[in-house]
């Protein structure tokens, strides 16, 4: 997001006297010249900038540019205002201006000074008592590859600024100003009556749990109490009225009541008393996980936009850890594997219970969709709403000029505004020419997901009339994709395409069967049903080292020939599935020992109910915290952890929020709608 900012390559360029104007040319001959400036061969910043304040505060002729612009600029009588203060009136606003100079070796190229400084310095140690000072803000100018924050009255604009500082062409950001256009109107007005709902509906729920617990206290007491007296019924020993059955209530009350705030909590919290194998319990531990190593390396990724030692980052790139983060890639795959296993394996059973009630096919293949689309959009078009109409409004309550700002390369918001949204919305984001400044780009995964679950019942039912060609239909499809990345790889140089899915359609029928292929296993001896058992789980586990540490010695200078990466690429997904195979067949059989008490831990169950809102969400509050930091980041790995950790625990902690009041309400109210056929 960051990558016009900070992750360009790593020039440490002197800023060119030639790109500015007349006056500010010979201003710095000048003063190149009396502090003997270095060339551009000595890797430094001239003297006479590494302090901007000082420097712009005894050539003040520097800003009489803004008059060549407009004569009536406010801009420009803002700046005469405040050049009419000596510096120590002013000490706030001069003090705001960075000093730059420090760790460019490293890579640091970005210094905005202080914001905070320069947002209050009409406050504060100015020295005013009657004279106006106006507004003030900091824009983020670039200099030939340096970011430095300029402090300068609110009312310029950016190209104002370009043209103080340079010659009218300068990459300027500047914050975001309050916009109540049509998409935050609509906003607030959509999640307002979502939020009263809740708050209607938990206030209803409240209310009857706190009578139904009352009326409970009662009949304990008057079943305990010795001064009870007996009802007519009991004194004729017959025994007392069964409570009559409660009415219905309307269809609109129970529609409001999917929003139950406490309800929903309750159920997403709930655990099963009784494990059911048929649930597949292991998927839990294997969903949270994935999805913490898919936060954890979009971290990673904000993080190198931020960061002051960037040349620190690429030499610790080579190490294990780094590595590991770094593929990422895998635990993608790991989401395909399981939700094309559970496509087929829902879809096969649901199947025998539709053939055993003689009902037709079609209605189930119609919901088979519905329920999808009920299952995917309220969380992703409200989370769509939320980042095209109110995000980039939380602009002015944060000091930093990098969030959601003017440029349309780096806002999150500005890529879900217009029509954007809607190759997001009907899933084919990751289809577009330039999918890097899609709307909520990183759900490419749920485009793609839904594209396979589009074309999955031609499978499901090739394998519901004859295993064999289930089997045979996949694995061609499956060797057809990967013959396609080696060749495509090989010549083309072209990347690693998912073949997951169709592993995990594999296992899904693996599962359907996983009675006769326990009961084959237990006719086997002993000794050779444990030869086999950890065969697969070594097997495994090697496959899985190979497809995420498969680049380590190419990342360390080892030689990888161009057929070689080839192969990786065509190869890499396939022993990552197959990995994952591994642990959900041989868990599901009985062979997991503590892998399977891990994975399948209790613990697991409500972040995984929440795990696909997890995901919606887990990228906009990354680039909130990455976006609203005014200091560059020092990364560290114990810095990187300590902060991974911690937005780990908040973004799991807000999405089982945000659940209770968008994506489990939704969920009950297609039940009750439809009733849950």
Not at 264 to 269: D, E, G, P
Not at 593 to 611: E, M, Q, R, T, Y
Request: aromatic share 14%; proline share 4%; hydrophobic share 45%.
């Amino acid at each position: 997001m960051f990558s016009r900012i900070c992750i360009a390559p790593l020039l440490l360029a002197l800023f060119s006297p030639s790109l500015c104007f007349e006056k500010y040319v010979r201003i710095l001959r000048e003063k190149a010249q009396e502090a003997s400036a270095k060339n551009l061969s000595d890797r430094s910043l001239p003297e006479h900038l590494h302090d901007l304040s000082l420097f712009l505060q005894s050539y003040p002729e520097v800003f009489e540019n803004i008059r060549e612009l407009n004569n009536a600029s406010q801009c420009y009588d803002d700046w005469q205002v405040i050049l009419s203060y000596s510096p120590g009136e002013v000490f706030k606003f001069w003090d705001s201006y960075p000093v730059p100079g420090t760790g460019i070796l490293e890579g640091n190229r970005l210094f905005p000074g202080q914001s905070e400084e320069c947002y209050n310095a009409k406050t504060g140690l100015t020295g005013l008592t009657v004279r106006p000072f106006p507004d003030t803000e900091n824009f983020i100018v670039n200099f030939n590859g340096f970011n430095l924050g300029m402090c300068n009255p609110s009312s310029c604009s950016a190209e104002e600024v370009s043209s103080i500082f340079g010659d009218g062409e300068r990459y300027i950001l500047a914050r975001n100003k309050f916009n109540a256009d049509a998409g935050f109107v609509i906003a607030v007005v959509v999640y307002s009556l979502i939020l009263s709902a809740v708050f209607c509906a938990t206030l209803r729920g409240t209310y009857l749990r706190a009578k139904a617990k009352y009326e409970k206290l009662q009949e304990e007491y008057r079943a305990t109490s010795d001064l009870a007296p007996l009802t007519v019924q009991e004194e004729a020993g017959d025994e007392a009225p069964k409570k009559q059955q409660q009415p219905r209530e309307p269809l609109a009350i129970r529609i409001l009541m999917c929003f139950d705030f406490y309800a929903n909590f309750c159920k997403i919290l709930e655990t099963p008393k009784v494990p059911n194998p048929d649930q597949l319990a292991v998927l839990n531990g294997m969903r949270v996980m994935s999805l913490g190593w898919v936060i954890i390396a979009h971290l990673l990724l904000l993080w190198l936009a931020a960061v002051d030692n960037i040349a620190y980052v690429i030499g610790r790139s080579k190490n294990m850890l780094f590595q590991t983060i770094a593929n990422g890639f895998s635990s993608v795959d790991t989401f395909f594997v399981m939700g094309a296993c559970l496509v087929m394996l829902g879809a096969l059973r649901s199947l025998d219970k539709l053939k055993s009630s003689n009902k037709p096919q079609g209605f189930f293949w119609f919901m088979f969709y519905v329920h999808r689309l009920i299952r995917l959009w309220p969380t992703l078009l409200l989370t769509i709403l939320f980042v095209a109409g109110i995000y980039a409004n939380l602009a002015p309550l944060f000091y930093s000029p990098f969030f959601q700002n003017n440029d349309p390369n780096t806002s999150l918001a500005a890529s879900c505004k217009g029509s954007n949204w809607i190759s997001t919305a009907f899933f084919y984001n990751n289809l577009i020419a330039n999918p890097n400044i899609a709307c909520l780009g990183w759900s490419w995964y749920v485009s793609n997901d839904i594209q396979f679950y589009i074309i999955s019942p031609l499978f499901v039912i090739l394998a519901k009339q004859k295993r064999l060609f289930g089997v045979a239909a996949i694995s061609t499809t499956v060797a057809i994709s990967t013959l396609i990345v080696l060749l495509g790889s090989g010549i083309n140089k072209v990347p690693a395409a998912d073949s997951a899915y169709g592993i995990g359609l594999l296992l899904g029928m693996a599962l359907y069967e996983k009675k006769a292929i326990s009961h084959k296993l237990e006719s086997i001896p002993f000794r050779i049903r444990s030869l086999i058992i950890t065969g697969t789980w070594v097997s495994g586990f090697i496959s899985g080292a190979i497809s995420v540490y498969g680049c380590y010695f190419w990342a360390n200078g080892a030689h990888m020939g161009v057929w070689e990466v080839a192969f990786y690429n065509a190869t890499m997904r396939l022993l990552w599935s197959y990995f994952i195979c591994v642990i959900v067949l041989n868990c599901s059989l009985g062979y997991g020992g503590v892998i399977n008490d891990i994975l399948g831990a209790k613990f697991w169950s409500p972040f995984a109910k929440v795990n696909y809102t997890t995901y919606i969400i887990h990228f906009v509050l990354l680039e909130l915290f990455v976006q609203t930091l005014e200091q560059p980041i020092r990364f560290t790995t114990i810095n990187y952890t300590l902060y991974a950790s911690g937005m780990l625990m908040c973004i799991n902690c807000l999405a089982l929020v945000c659940s209770c009041i968008i994506e489990a309400p939704f969920i009950q109210l297609e039940k009750v709608l439809l009733g849950g056929k």
